[in-house]
Every structure is written in structure tokens, then in C-alpha cells.
């Protein structure tokens, strides 16, 4: 294998509302090369497939492509882990375990991001019995600030912090994935369900399938306009006829109203590969809009019904600057900075139109609306980084254990940004 993440425009992330600052970017072919470039860097961050919305990867040092490194996969059938290059992408190591026989549990909504840069952010899919992307790593290679290569596997004192890192303890070069055997995938799409009757019983609904998706445009506050559900092929029964009196769709969909469904994985409940149906959009296709912003909260599954009114009433100003905001599940992991972290989740997610000034004036209202039910901003994604730093530890226990693994891993403050700094490291 050759090809990890596209390098292409290393100077803007993925939807373009940010050019980054780097002063240099160097491309390694190999580790020395890597190593080289870390040592005498005084600031660098890496770029993994540039898919964050806010400065999490910005420098105004150096950038290091995780791309260009030799992408490598290695099953260990008898572990059950996959190690794999960390600029590698989910859309190429994916087929390459099919093909073997194996499969991850999850994946996110598109196929197109690094492993590395996706678990350095607590990325997800959705399943309320599946954990994020970050809660399947079992081992990561890590170049730090000093240039020295460790190796961390779960159960290790420091592998807990180290995993969802905000790209903040240095250079991913490997990740160690579990692996389960391969599945099959049927998706089926219900338009227009009762919103009353949902959050009656939300876990009833959220439980329909393996991951199941949830997507409101809130033009009618009323309505879910779209349930998406993905049933294992060997699930036990049917996929239901209707879901509370809505009915299966009759032609493919597109999250986004009026969009073609061209771009998007499988579905009218025919089986597929896993990685062919969990993903929403297909790898040869531009994921969502393409031209859009993006925020998420996720909520302690106890405070999502009272999450969820709160957006609701929220519905009128919200409706105008949104594209689509979709509902997701993950389970609880033990990973110190992952939105996830102790608890199960709802992710409450908002595609925005791609009016940042109108998007950053309104999210600190959404924000003070969540803020009695504990939600913890995506960190790829925008939210208000303004007071980050005193509300932060109070949604993380481990806040300050992050803080001393960073201070011990990165002396230098080699891949300190001012992200970082405004969160208080
Ligand atoms: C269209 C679209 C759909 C999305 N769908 C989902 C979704 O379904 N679920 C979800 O949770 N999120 C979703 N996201 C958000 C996305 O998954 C995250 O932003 C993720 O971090 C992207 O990975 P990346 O490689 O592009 O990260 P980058 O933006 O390149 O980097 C993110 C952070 O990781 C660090 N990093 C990257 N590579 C390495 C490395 N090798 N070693 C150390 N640090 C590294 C960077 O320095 C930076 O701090 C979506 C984004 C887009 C644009």
C-alpha cells in the first residue's frame, strides 16, 4: 500500500472556513524523516485528512502531513487487532480487513478521515451499544516532543489519556484497532416521525437497530424528518414495516433535504458490507454539502430527552442557519478527554450553512441551553472556546491528569496551538 490521506491544499481544512497558519509544511516519506522534522521543530502540529471545522490543527509552525508516511496494514487475527498507519484512512483500511474477514464495529458518518486525526478528536458513529472510533484503539505509536518512539497499550498508566490526544502529546505514527469478524448491513430510512412519540421513548427508537440516526431540520419542530437504521444482517427479525406510523422510504435519501442520494451508502434494507452501510456517504463521493460548518454536543443519555426540548425551543432560530442536525448515540468509554468519557451519549449535531458569524453568535446560546445537562462539545468540530478553559474540568474528571501527561509528554510545548492554550494547556 502507498496512499494515505489525500495531501491536496494542505493550507485549508476540508470545508475551507480556515486557512491555516503554518509557517512550513514537510511531508515525511519515512519515521527518521519524521523524527528529523519533530526535533527541530519549535512548534509543529500534524495535518491528518484536514476534516476539523475549528483551529485544533492550526501552527504558526510547522505542519507535518501524516499522509505522506508509507501506509501499512497488519492483521493479528490472534490478538484480533489491526496496526495500521496513523494517516491512513478508514475508506482504505476498511475494504483491506473485509477482504480478510474482519471488520470494526463502527465507523463515523463518512469514510474519508485519518485513523489518527479521528480518535484525536472522540469521532463516533452512532449505536448504543458501540463506542466511538477513539474506544477501539488498543495500542498507539506515538513520536513525542523529544523525538523518541513509544508504543502505549491499553491497560498501560498513560494509554487512557493518550488516545483522544486533540493532537496535543505528539505524532501518531501507528494505531492498533480491535477487530471483530466481518458483518453485513441493511439500512432502511422511515421519513417523518412524531417527535412527541420518540422522545416518549427515545431508548426504543435508538435501540431499532445496531446505529441509528436521527435527522431533524427542525423546520417543523413537530417532526423527525428522517430515521436512519442499520440492522445487522444477522440481527434477529425484521426491519419494522413503520416506526411509530412512519414508513420505510421508497427511494434512496440524502440526509439534507433536496440533496441527491447519489453520495450515499445503501440502502431500501438491501444487505451490504459494514463499511459499505454504517458510513452515510460513500468514499468516492464528496461526504454531506461539502460546503458547510459543523458543531456537536454530546449529553449524558439521562439529560437527552430535556437536551433535545431545549433545541427544540430553540427550533426558530436554529431552522434558519441549519442545513440538517442529527441525533446519535455512543457508549460509554474510560478515555480520559472522549466526550463519551464514563457515560453513555446522545450526540445532538448541527450542518450549518456556511455563515460562520451567524453560526459563532448563536452557539453560545445553544451552548448556555445544554449547559445544565453536561454537554461536551466535539472537539473537531466549532463551539465557543471562550471561557473553554473554566468549564472544561468540570465536564472532564481527568482534565488536569490530561494537563500533567501533556506537561510530561511535551516539555517543549512542541505541539502546544493556540487551541490548546485556550482550553488552559
Ligand atoms: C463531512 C464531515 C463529516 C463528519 N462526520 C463525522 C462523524 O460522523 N462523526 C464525528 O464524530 N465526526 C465527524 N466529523 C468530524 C471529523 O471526524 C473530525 O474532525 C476528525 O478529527 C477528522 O480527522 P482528520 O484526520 O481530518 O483530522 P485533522 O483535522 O487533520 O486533525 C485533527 C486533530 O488531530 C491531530 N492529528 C491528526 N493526525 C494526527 C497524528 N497522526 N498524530 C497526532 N495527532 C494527529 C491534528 O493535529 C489535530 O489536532 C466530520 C467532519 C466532516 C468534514
Redo the contacts with the bound molecule.
Sequence with gaps: MTST?PTADVHR???SNLEYRAARVVAPTSTEELIDAVRSASRA?????????NT??DTDGVHIL?GTLPATVEIDSARRVVRAS??LRYGGLAPVLDREGWALANL???P???L???V??????SGDAVG??ASAVAGLE?VTADGELQTLRRGDADFDGAVV?????????AVELDIVPTFEVAQTVYERLPLDEVLADLDAVTGLGYSVSMFHTWRDPGIVDQLWVKRRADAAGDAPDDVLGAAPATAKRHPLPDVSAESCTDQLGRPGPWYARL???KLEFT??N?D?L?S?YLVPRPNAVAAIQQIRALAPRVAPLLQVCEL?TVARDGLWLSPAYDTDVV?I?FTWKPDQPEVEALLPVIEAALEPYGARP????LFVLDGAADRMPRLYPRWSDFAALRDRLDPRGV?RND?LERLGF
Design positions: 490521506a481544512n476540508w470545508a502540529k500534524v495535518l491528518g485528512s484536514r476534516h476539523c471545522f485544533i490543527a501524516s496513523g494517516g463515523a458518518s463518512l474519508h478521515i485519518s489518527a486525526g479521528a484525536a478528536t472522540g469521532t463516533h458513529g466511538s472510533l506515538l490526544s486533540l493532537g496535543a502529546l505528539g505524532v501518531v505514527t458510513p452515510h456517504f461526504p454531506s461539502g458547510e459543523q456537536e446519535r450526540g449535531h466535539h472537539w473537531g468540530k505541539f487551541f
